[in-house]
């Protein structure tokens, strides 16, 4: 075990991983998450904590861990490149672990031209699999980027995403092979709406042999309406949602319902996936209907392990 | 080459308009070219404000005058006693030219005219794109002869990141995605490998991150003797 | 007695654009300004420094005559010609003054009408924002 998470542990014990998304709240209270912790408890594995996603001020996502802590909710925080060197990567690394944070997934983040602060300097020190080696390093070693070796390093869980969505294709799995090189131990994709086209990154996913060094969670969102399929189709750079989507969540006189019924047809296609460890439910504003999901998808009840 | 852009008229209008005199400087080098700060763009900032000033019933006396290279002091030199008699000098070159003059007459005003960009290459006719940051320490002879410092908008050293749609940019979908464009040339140059294995943390120690930057050629310099004998002080 | 009338300057092409304006001139057609014209090549050769010292130098109002766009006699001259009277326009709104002093304008050597309207609309111009500096003439 590396860092012992409840995640590292349903993965170890070869069960099939769901882990789902806790947006921190745009403000300083911590009720939105012991909400949503509660509410969730035992329908995840673990559950992301975003760190101010498209680069929108959010309470900090080591702060919002430690509040789903307090709930027994495990946290996976999210530590995006954009707004920390490696001075302060390092230092949360540590005072993440100190805090009992198990779960970290390295992202480069999302430009701040996307959020709320349009006029901020950004830092891009390291890009996410350079994160990822300097925080491997760290744990394994105890040695900083820098070189000076720490008395007691900090026991982590590292993850990583990737889009095999996003241009060029053919270097995306290239791209998630780099990731392993740099120690991540788990992958959670971008949403997945193209089956075919997540399939033949799989295909060569496993023909590197990557499936076996990796735990890849697949990623799905939930849709309430067709407008929000249409918005993933148009607007997020680097999600592909087929026409076929669209119209069905179109036709649907019941959008939200069919919306469900969708991703939980998605889920048990994935599951069938060879190399999927698991699914990573990102239900954005939409946290309340994970429950529903993962029972439809009969991933209950989910593995408990003697701490 | 550097290139700059003119500031907005209303700010150099405002910027000048406590003064009586105002020597207007450009710059024959980078800025010229990118049709910033030369011989032309002077001559049609002093126009226009003096059409302003005309309109506004402002006495204030404007000229223009422009130079080589503001940057070096020998070219600035020349125009001294011009520099001098005015209250305030505008410098249409970048902000190093600006900086020249402000460093040679410290006593003397001196504001910028242009603001200046980025170390860029034209594109085309009207076109200007940066290319490079200065970080001290290149390393585009390992991706395909393309800086993903300068052209990646997070400067990512390890590949496109998860945004990259048509192998264009996702903060400004009419650039192209550096990465795409180094995945491309190096597979071009069947070179592909080259970006399979991690790059480690760059040093950014060689970039301003580094604190402020002086280059120094000791055979170029002069000796103590040297400067005394030329009168260089 | 000094000339009170709006001061106007055309830069005219020697294709079109003078040739409109001496049909115009030909039918003794009397103007309410004073309009002088600078013959040029082509009006793809006017700068925008040209358009900007004319009015330093007292004219009130600027206009570029040229070619049809489709039918300019050195292919794309008279396109030159309105980007450069629109970059000037651009200038002379940065500085908070009235960018229709202005303008573009393009006629075939026949339009015997066309010069006369372009001079009635920049005199308009002038009349609504009066001269450039000093009292409204």
Redesign the interface.
């Known amino acids: 075990m590396k860092a012992g998470s409840n995640l590292e542990k349903v993965f170890e014990s070869g069960q099939f991983a769901v882990t789902a998304e806790i947006g921190p709240p745009q403000s300083a209270n911590p009720e939105p998450l012991t909400h949503h912790a509660k509410m969730l408890k035992g329908y995840a594995d673990a559950f992301n904590l975003t760190d101010n996603q498209t680069a929108v001020v959010r309470l900090s996502s080591i702060a919002s861990a430690v509040i789903i802590m307090r709930e027994g909710v495990e946290p996976v925080i999210q530590m995006t490149c954009r707004d920390r060197n490696r001075i302060a990567l390092q230092s949360d690394l540590l005072g993440a672990a100190a805090l009992g944070v198990k779960n970290v997934l390295c992202l480069t983040g999302d430009h701040q031209t996307f959020g709320n602060e349009k006029g901020a300097k950004n830092v891009f020190d390291f890009d996410s699999i350079v994160e990822l080696q300097v925080f491997d390093q760290l744990r394994t070693q105890g040695k900083q980027v820098g070189g000076e070796v720490l008395k007691d390093p900090p026991k982590t869980y590292l993850g990583c995403a990737e889009n095999p969505f996003a241009t060029p294709y053919e270097y995306r799995a290239s791209r998630l092979a780099k990731k392993v090189a740099a120690g991540a131990d788990f992958c959670q994709t971008q949403a997945i709406f193209d089956m075919d086209m997540f399939e033949k990154w799989m295909d060569e996913v496993r023909a590197r042999g990557l499936d076996k060094k990796i735990h890849i969670l697949a990623g799905v969102i939930p849709m309430k309406s067709a407008g929000a399929a249409r918005y993933m189709k148009n607007k997020v750079p680097g999600m592909i949602v087929p026409d076929h989507i669209v119209d069905r969540m179109k036709s649907a006189k019941d959008a939200k319902g069919e919306g469900i019924k969708l991703c939980v047809e998605q889920i048990e296609h994935l599951k069938t996936v060879k190399g999927v460890h698991g699914v990573h439910i990102m239900a954005v504003a939409w946290e309340d209907i994970v429950p529903r999901i993962v029972e439809m998808a009969g991933l209950l009840p989910r593995p408990k392990f003697e701490s | 080459m550097i290139v700059a852009k003119r500031k907005p008229l209303n700010e150099i209008a405002e910027m000048l308009a406590p003064y009586k005199k105002v020597t207007v400087i450009g710059c024959r080098s980078c800025v010229a070219i990118c049709l910033a700060g030369g011989e032309k763009e002077v001559k049609m900032l002093v126009s226009a404000l003096k059409v302003k000033n005309k309109r506004d019933g402002r006495k204030q006396h404007i000229e223009g005058t422009v130079v080589e290279r503001q940057c070096e002091k020998e070219w600035v030199q020349e125009i001294e006693a011009q520099i001098l008699d005015s209250d305030v000098t505008l410098s249409m070159a970048c902000s190093l030219g600006a900086q020249t003059i402000g460093d040679m007459y410290p006593k003397h005003l001196t504001f910028p005219g242009l603001n200046t960009g980025m170390f860029g290459v034209p594109e085309e006719q009207g076109v200007w794109s940066e290319k490079c940051v200065g970080c001290g320490n290149c390393i585009i002879h390992t991706t395909g002869g393309i800086c993903p410092i300068a052209r990646c908008a997070k400067s990512m050293l390890n590949g496109p990141c998860g945004g990259s749609a048509n192998r264009k940019c996702e903060v400004n979908l009419e650039v192209d995605c550096a990465w795409a464009a180094i995945y491309d040339r190096l597979k071009l140059q069947n070179r592909l490998d080259l970006i399979e294995s991690v790059t480690p943390a760059k040093d950014w120690s060689t970039s301003h991150s580094g604190g402020r930057r002086v280059f120094e050629r000791e055979d170029a310099k002069l000796t103590p003797h040297q400067k005394k004998g030329k009168g260089v002080t | 007695m000094p000339d009170t009338r709006p001061k106007i300057v055309g830069f005219c092409c020697e294709r079109h654009g003078m040739d409109a304006a001496v049909l115009a001139a030909r039918s003794g057609k009397q103007f309410e300004a004073s309009v002088r014209l600078v013959q040029v090549p082509c009006t793809g050769r006017v700068?925008?420094?040209h358009i900007?010292?004319a009015?330093?130098d007292g004219a009130d109002a600027v206009f570029v005559l040229g070619c049809l766009e489709k039918n300019c006699y050195y292919d794309t001259g008279s396109i030159e010609g309105r980007k450069r009277v629109g970059y000037v326009k651009q200038?002379?709104s940065?500085?908070?003054?009235e960018k229709e002093r202005v303008e573009m304008f393009n006629a075939a050597s026949s339009n015997s009408w066309v010069f006369p309207e372009i001079v009635a609309k920049m005199v308009e111009v002038v009349k609504k924002f009066g001269p450039?500096?000093g009292e409204k003439r």
Request: glycine share 20%; aromatic share 0%; no cysteine.
């Open positions: 700068d925008g420094m900007l010292r009015l330093e200038m002379l940065e500085l908070g003054l450039i500096g």
